[in-house]
Structure formats: C-alpha cells, structure tokens
C-alpha cells in the first residue's frame, strides 16, 4: 500500500535523513528483508528522476522486519534546485515485482548562504 501524500520541505544543501515505514493494506509492517529499495525526485510523476537513490547507495534499511528505512540526502543533492518537485520510494521483492510504497511533493527552499 502507498503512502500517499508524504510531503518534505528542506532548504537546498542541506544534509537531511528522510525516514520511511512501509505497511500493507491492513497496517501490518512489511518486511523488506532481501528487497530492493528506490528513491527519487523530478518535476513531476512523469519526468525521469532528477536524484535516484538506491539499496546500494543513499538508502539504509534501519529495521527490515518492521519495514523501516531512510533515504540519506547530502548537500550536493539538492545544491541549486529549488522548487516543488515530486518524490516517490519503490521497493522491488526478490521475486521482481515492483510496488509504489511513498509519494508525494518535496518543496526544496532556496537560501541565501
């Protein structure tokens, strides 16, 4: 099941940890163990991601069985790219099916140091 709507706000260049908890339709954590995670923004659902992070570099699994994980944002992520933009988080099982767990909107702010 999709979390829908999950919303960000930052400022451009900065380091920020987003943290995800993945459930199913009943609310009962998913366990991600052996999964393969994604994670990306772009100007909208249908642009090619801007940023993509994945398992192997930027996402950390924190706790499998209960389905948690963060995406790690570093300065040079968002350096310069302010605006709305949209985000959204994949997992891909060990058998190669693809699920949509998070969407939403990521509002980078600019600033002035």
Known sequence: MALTGQ????YAGET???NFSIVDSDSVPVNI???TLKWGYSLNSLEPYRLL????SGIT???ASSGSF???L??????GKTGDYYHEAL?????GNVSVVANGNISIIGNII
């Open 7 to 10: 919303d960000i706000s930052m």
């Open 16 to 18: 920020k940890d987003i």
């Open 33 to 35: 163990s052996g999964c």
């Open 53 to 56: 992070k994945t398992s192997s």
């Open 61 to 63: 699994v924190i706790i």
């Open 70 to 72: 963060k995406v790690a």
């Open 74 to 79: 570093t300065p040079i992520d968002t350096s």
């Open 91 to 95: 997992l891909i099982d060990g058998l």
